[in-house]
T-cell receptor, first 125, second 112 residues
């Protein structure tokens, strides 16, 4: 069974940093593209970042470019999201999710399945 | 403002049929790209409900179905049940954007 388990969320002051982790089981992480999707309190879903199966292609939404870095450790089957210079507007539940193909761009197989349970990031002083 | 537009809320009585619309444009749904749907029960993570316009993943009841026409797509739920009360999101690809995961704003389904 494919499972994703996020960790690393918490309360951080504006300007601070956090690293989120997503431990994958039931499949080989390097075979598929992965993404981080966030949901601000009471709001909808926003695709924040993605990485291809090979790790050579990444995506960031404009509001996090230069501040967030997505990476993977295939030996640990774990996905990461390093978040720096955090802002109040980054407050959200962050979900990691698996894509059905190795690619993150293009119209083919661009859905997310399954999703982890999410980890809450709160940016506040 | 979401690229894909959904009604903020819909409602229906148990046993009824409800539909949720997802309206896009010529750069996404209208260009022929697939539409996917997610269900988010209260306090839980989103779950894939429909992929590729009208395909249900294993375990999704056949009460849920999807369709697409022109620049819009719809999710239909028949035989409405109390446990269907949730938020529903559509998602597609947009060729004007660098991202291939644009979501609708979400629709809250209330079972009366």
């Amino acid at each position: 069974e494919v499972q994703l388990l996020e960790s690393g969320g918490g309360l951080v002051q504006p300007g601070g940093s956090l690293r989120l982790s997503c431990a994958a089981s039931g499949f080989t992480l390097s075979t598929y593209a992965m993404g981080w999707v966030r949901q601000a309190p009471g709001k909808g879903l926003e695709w924040v970042s993605g990485i291809s199966g090979s790790g050579d292609t990444t995506y960031y939404t404009d509001s996090v470019k230069g501040r967030f870095t997505i990476s993977r450790d295939n030996s640990k089957n774990t996905l990461y999201l390093q978040m720096n210079i955090l802002r109040a507007e980054d407050t959200a539940v962050y979900y990691c999710a698996k894509r059905p193909l190795p690619t993150i761009f293009g119209p083919g197989g661009n859905y997310f399945h399954p999703w982890g349970q999410g980890t809450l990031v709160t940016v506040s002083s | 403002q979401s690229v894909l537009t959904q009604p903020p809320s819909v409602s229906g009585a148990p046993g009824q049929r409800v539909t949720i619309s997802c309206t896009g444009s010529s750069s996404n749904i209208g260009a022929g790209y697939d539409v996917h749907w997610y269900q988010q029960l209260p306090g839980t993570a989103p779950k894939l409900l429909i992929r590729g316009n009208n395909n249900r993943p294993s375990g999704v009841p056949d009460r849920f179905s999807g369709s697409k026409s022109g620049t819009s797509a719809s999710l239909a739920i028949t035989g409405l049940q109390a446990e269907d009360e949730a938020d529903y999101y559509c998602q597609s690809y947009d060729n004007r954007l660098s991202a291939s995961g644009v979501f609708g704003g979400g629709t809250k389904l209330t079972v009366l």
